[in-house]
């Protein structure tokens, strides 16, 4: 797992304690005010926290912060979010593809 900078962390605290609390995934702006940044810096903040694996990024779709489940780890969620971005592919599109690659091994071998 990649580490974190005290703003990056203050961030991931605060997107945890709004899903924690069973509400919708804070807003760009949100994440701004609470940090007492511009916009812009709270986008780059949680694009590089989806990069080091403590969240990931669900396309098309508003509030699109999820946070890691606890069945991947946190690297193998960081390499499946890059390999999503370089392919083009969903996440679960990856993992479908990966599965049904590892059966077909299984039956040829």
Known sequence: MMGLTPRQ??????I????????VAPSYEEIAAH??????????MVHALAERGHI????????SIALVEDGMTKPMEAGLS?????????????IAQAVDEFLERQVRG
């Open 82 to 94: 890059l390999l999503a971005r370089i392919t083009g592919k969903s996440r679960d599109q990856l």
């Open 9 to 14: 962390a203050d961030c991931l605290a605060f």
């Open 56 to 63: 990931r990024m669900i396309r098309n779709r508003e509030r």
């Open 35 to 44: 940090l007492g940044i511009v916009k812009s810096n709270a986008h780059r």
């Open 16 to 23: 945890r304690e709004r899903l924690g609390a069973g509400q």
